[in-house]
């Protein structure tokens, strides 16, 4: 009996054996020659060729970058009521808000919070409180500057007591006392400082007073340590993970943010700038209300803290409204010299009336500004037909005075039929695709009329289907294959960036599925497409190498990855993406760009691996005299759903890559799903 069960046993064993070993055969990728000729340089790659494109959308500015942590700092965002206030009382103290038209003189803030605090006994106070966004960020250690402007009722004795608190009102991280409060309209300013207390963001913001009596406040502001300690400036962590991205350029302000809702909330430039109480704030097209505290300064503040060149888009005519109102012909005018205007802000010496305007505003030095677009998407909102004449007016003028900068059209290759009065420096091509799209469109500037007008590729993102806030790992497949064939074409493509950029994960705040970088009020995390940003920007290379696959391994549309797709939110973004989404025919299963940089001389090859299986390789440097044994570079893959979140900020990210074994010959297996970068040093 024993001795049967033992022989049975051995069967089904070697049945196994045999199986598995089928089974290995079957799901082994063919080997891969990749021939890189290194002798052959191809075209060149702009050093602007990765950069990144901003608005104010998902809250990416106010309750984002922009470090503010009041959210509704000048009472406007409701004429009705002040919301994200509320009034708090302690131990049975009374007391009540209400808005008040109640203008601060020789500033732009108009509306008011009257506390009204009524019998207040001995050990009772009244205040009003902040709920920030979505909650006030406390951390150890760390000093926050308080401001606002206040006036109070005759005899008011106060003092005011400024703290950061929990929610609850139990624990009082920092506080301080501002005294001598004035009947009228002043600012007043304060340090809180917190101790060794854990990070949390289940906290408030507030003012409150122990002594009865009638206070009014305006331009209610707090703001945490900022990167490089600027004023009025950014959350420190965002500027670390942007800033990492090395971005060759920052494209604002806009998208849809540059063109408003109507004509009244278009981005008004002029209305950013200067200290923020003259900023009036205004409605962005994504249903909430800006405070400009980023405004056009801050917005090259920001570029030249990434060591980035600014793009601007300027005002053209055109909002999101369906094509209700377009501004042209003579209506247009003062629009192009505001646009005239804005250049001289950015980039006239003192001597020039915006110029030193600039200067008074805090940047004596100009800005390089070497790009201009007119408009944004004027393709849309029945914009088309009046382009050409609105384009040819902000053409003509910023030739006129500045024949250097170049001019972007918003009409995209697409359109193919748009005809152009000027000759546009560059098309804008914008694309937000599905997997497949991203796959084949690797493939889109191949053969694109080399002696047609150049491409800046000023929004795309792999996020169809939109569901989540950040795009999943299958979403940075799509990405990486895409981002090779822009370098392919890096002599028809000189830029490209992401949209969006910024994405608050807060319950509410998103308008748009997906966004590269999440955060709440606290942390932040950058996406796996954000890790493929990061690894192929931070490895460019300044000229294009002919690299060929060969058999290029092929997929049926069944064999390409899936994005899979979780029940979205509810109240979740817009859907539907744009552009064809063909799921036929046949798809490469391994896309590469090969570069070699200058100063040192790398090779550097980027592969990804779309593939379900993992791919050997066998590299074939040509017309190279040495290749060092030891190269580096880093690898990503991860279940096809995977996503980083604030709670699992590094769930999926580059694994480094060592390898001891390259050489002009070498063998290299890409794992499936994956996209690898290699630096091979030819010095
Ligand atoms: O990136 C989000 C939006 O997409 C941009 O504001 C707009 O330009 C495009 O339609």
């Known amino acids: 009996m ?3 069960q033992l022989f049975l046993l051995l069967a089904l064993v070697g049945v196994g054996i045999v199986a598995l070993s089928i089974g290995q055969f079957l799901s082994a990728q063919q080997p891969v020659t990749l021939t890189v000729r290194v002798d052959q340089p191809g075209v060149k790659i702009d050093p602007l060729f990765y950069g990144l494109m901003t608005e104010e959308i998902n809250f990416s500015y106010d309750g984002g970058l922009y470090a503010e942590l009041i959210r509704n700092r000048t009472f406007r965002d409701n004429p009705q009521n002040p919301v994200n206030w509320s009034v708090v009382k302690y131990n049975g103290g009374e007391g009540s808000i209400s808005l008040e038209n109640n203008p601060v003189p020789n500033t732009a803030l108009t509306a008011s919070l009257k506390l009204d605090a009524t019998s207040l006994g001995s050990g009772q106070r009244a205040g009003v409180a902040n709920e920030g966004f979505w909650g006030i960020p406390v951390k150890p250690d760390t000093t926050y500057r308080a401001s606002f402007y206040a006036k109070v009722s005759n005899g008011f004795k106060g003092p005011l007591t400024v703290s950061i608190e929990s929610n609850d009102g139990k624990t009082v991280f920092a506080n301080a006392q501002v005294s001598q409060i004035s009947p009228e309209w002043k600012k007043y300013t304060t340090t809180l400082k917190t101790g060794k207390v854990p990070a949390s963001t289940t906290n408030r913001f507030v ?7 009638t206070v009014w406040l305006s331009l209610v502001s707090l703001f945490p340590p900022t990167y490089k300690n600027r004023q009025n400036g950014n959350r420190i962590d965002l500027m670390e993970l942007l800033v990492a991205m090395k971005p060759a350029f920052l494209r604002f302000p806009g998208g849809n943010y540059l063109e408003g809702p109507n004509y009244e909330n278009r981005f008004n430039w002029k209305e950013t700038i200067g200290p923020i109480e003259q900023r009036p704030t205004h409605m962005s097209p994504w249903r909430y209300r800006s405070s400009d505290g980023m405004g056009l300064l801050e917005f090259l503040q920001w570029a030249e803290d990434m060591n980035a060149e600014p793009i601007l888009g300027v005002y053209a005519g055109l909002h999101i409204d369906n094509g209700a109102r377009i501004i042209t012909g003579d209506a247009l005018k003062p629009h192009v010299q505001e646009a005239l205007d804005e250049i001289e802000y950015i980039t006239g010496n003192t001597s020039t009336v915006w110029g030193a305007r600039r200067a008074k505003d805090g940047h004596p030095q100009p800005f390089k500004l070497r790009f201009v677009e007119v408009g944004n998407e004027d393709w849309l909102n029945m914009g088309t037909a009046s382009y050409d004449s609105r384009f040819t007016m902000f053409y003509d003028a910023i030739k006129a005075k500045y024949p250097d900068i170049q001019i972007i059209s918003t009409m995209r290759t697409q359109d193919r039929n748009f005809v152009h009065s000027r000759k546009p420096d560059l098309l804008d091509d914008h694309f937000y695709i599905n997997i497949p799209t991203a796959l084949r ?13 150049k491409i800046f590729v000023g929004e795309w993102a792999t996020n169809n289907p939109r569901v989540g806030d950040t795009p999943m790992m299958a979403f940075a497949l799509g990405d990486a294959a895409w981002l090779t064939g822009l370098e392919r074409n890096a002599d028809v493509v000189l830029m490209n960036c992401y949209a969006p950029l910024l994405v608050n994960v807060n319950p509410g705040a ?4 997906v966004d590269l ?4 009020a ?3 995390f950058g996406s796996p497409s954000y890790f493929v940003q990061k690894m192929f920007s931070n490895n460019r290379g300044d000229v294009v190498l002919p690299a060929k696959l060969d058999p290029l391994p092929m997929l049926t549309p069944e064999q390409i990855p899936v994005a899979p797709q979780p029940q979205p939110a509810p109240g979740a973004a817009r859907g539907g993406g744009r552009g064809p989404a063909p799921v036929t025919g046949m798809f490469d299963g391994v896309y590469v760009s090969a570069t070699r940089e200058n100063s040192s001389g790398d090779v550097i090859l980027k592969l990804v691996n779309v593939q379900s299986s993992p ?3 066998s590299v074939d440097l040509q017309g190279v005299t040495t290749i060092n044994r030891n190269a580096s570079g880093e690898m990503i893959t991860g279940e096809l759903g995977a996503i980083n979140t604030v709670a699992e900020p590094m769930k999926v990210i580059p694994q480094p890559i060592r390898l001891q074994n390259a050489g002009k010959k070498f063998a290299h297996e890409l794992p499936s799903h994956s996209v690898s970068v290699i630096r091979l040093k030819t010095r």
Request: charged letters at 25%.
């Open 615 to 617: 791919q050997p390789l």
């Open 510 to 513: 998103r308008q748009w599925a």
């Open 207 to 213: 003012i409150s007073t122990g002594t009865p009596g």
């Open 522 to 524: 606290l942390k932040s």
């Open 2 to 4: 024993r001795v049967r």
């Open 517 to 520: 970088i999440g955060y709440d």
């Open 441 to 453: 469109q690797a493939h889109l500037y191949d053969n694109y009329d080399r002696k047609a007008t």
